[in-house]
């Protein structure tokens, strides 16, 4: 490298590259973000229902009149103990999507944001809920429970 | 030492490239706009001599940073567009699908939280920057003869501001903009005489229903863009021909 090879950089053309280095990396900045928001994404996860059979904890957990929320593609959910078996139901109240809860004493689903109650199959029974809260198919097999379709 | 050897690291990478292609030379040509433009394409259009007259156009000395918000008003105006073409590739115009659409851009669609948002925002600004451009205009007495038709542009665009945001804010089709389309209709339905007609026309009925939405969505995407476009190319040839406005 001789002397004047190192000249070759002035601050002229040094801020000139600057200026243009600053171009291209709001122009990749903008346009990296156009791509990423057009390239469709990805199947969702987030869609109700035929979602993929989740274990969600063994039956000793959950002894006769309890419940419990957990989460099922996503969203929250509700198993409850009964004594027609386990049921899971969804846990998004069908009214403004608070989640619900499982009143022991009442053996009943309310809904602590305006109190909407539904019965265990998850049928309203008063509260201004405009639909009953969807069910999901629950299996038991060997003390654990299963939630979804195979 | 260090330093030399990775310029020597450097120079063996430009070597490889100047063997091959003569790299100078197109940066030479494509390395700014100006110099693209002033050469390969003034070849061709002989465009250099109108770009420079555009470009080069004094301001006048009593300019200062109040002349902005006219600008800033565009700006906002061009993000729209940028922000509300990508919007509208995922969003679905139907009442079963709105909702529906607007949530899968906020959780799935990537950084569609931040295209919504860049939309909103720069629409509340937009109406914003408008009004302060509006005022500077009125208080520099800016609007006076000749440039009264200027400033009777600027009305129409304005209101075409204005109803770009009241037929964009229904199209989330959630309860606020379901009651605040509700309301705004209803305003509009107690003109006395002609009023109920004209709520019947936003309307497309006597409620807010699926052909609402139609409606609104068919004025936002392309009735509104294409209108202003034209009051906007008007209201920016009548500056040019008349000159900004004298000091105070």
Not at chain 1, 45 to 63: L, P, V
Not at chain 2, 21 to 48: A, M, N, P, Q, W
Not at chain 2, 166 to 188: C, H, K, M, N, R
Request: some cysteine; proline content about 5%.
């Amino acid at each position: 490298m001789t002397e004047s090879e190192h000249k070759k950089i002035t601050r002229r053309s040094f801020l000139d590259w600057l200026i243009r280095g600053s171009f291209l990396f709001t122009f990749l900045a903008v346009a990296g973000t156009i791509a990423s928001y057009v390239w469709p994404p990805k199947p969702s996860r987030m869609k109700a229902g035929g979602g993929e059979r989740t274990m969600i904890g063994s039956t000793d957990e959950i002894s006769l009149g309890k419940g419990k929320v957990f989460m099922y593609n996503n969203k929250p959910a509700l198993v409850i103990h009964t004594n027609a078996g386990f049921s899971a139901i969804s846990a998004v109240c069908t009214h403004l999507g608070c989640i619900v809860k499982w009143d022991e004493s009442r053996q009943e689903i309310v809904c602590p944001c305006h109190g909407a109650f539904f019965d265990t199959r998850g049928n309203v029974l008063t509260g201004p809920a405009p639909g009953p809260l969807p069910t999901y198919k629950v299996t038991v097999k060997d003390d654990k429970i299963y939630v979804g379709e195979t | 030492m260090q330093n030399n050897k990775r310029s020597n690291l450097f120079t063996r990478i430009e070597n490889w490239f100047k063997e091959r292609i003569d790299v100078y030379e197109i940066l030479d040509s494509f390395s700014s706009l100006t110099g693209f433009l002033y050469t390969e394409l003034d070849k061709r259009l002989d465009i250099k001599d109108a770009i420079e007259k555009a470009l080069k156009k004094p301001v006048p000395k009593h300019v200062n940073w109040m002349f902005c918000f006219g600008g800033i008003t565009f700006l906002l105006f061009i993000v729209q567009i940028g922000t509300g073409i990508l919007l509208a590739l995922y969003y679905k115009p139907s009442p079963e699908n709105a909702y529906e659409s607007i949530q899968y851009i906020m959780n799935e669609v990537r950084l569609g939280w931040l295209i919504r948002e860049v939309h909103a925002w720069s629409a509340n600004l937009m109406i914003l920057a408008l009004f302060f451009h509006m005022l500077r205009v009125f208080f520099y007495g800016a609007y006076k003869s000749p440039r009264e038709l200027n400033w009777i542009a600027g009305i129409f665009l304005m209101f075409i501001t204005l109803t770009f945001g009241f037929t964009g804010y229904l199209l989330p089709w959630d309860q606020l903009s379901y009651w605040a389309t509700t309301v705004g209709t209803e305003i509009a339905g107690g003109i006395p005489w002609m009023g109920k007609y004209i709520l019947y026309v936003m309307r497309g009925g006597e409620n807010i229903t699926g052909t609402t939405l139609s409606r609104f969505y068919t004025l936002h995407v392309i009735v509104l863009p294409w209108v202003a476009a034209v009051f906007l190319g008007t209201h920016f040839l009548m500056i040019r021909r008349q000159g900004i406005s004298g000091p105070l």
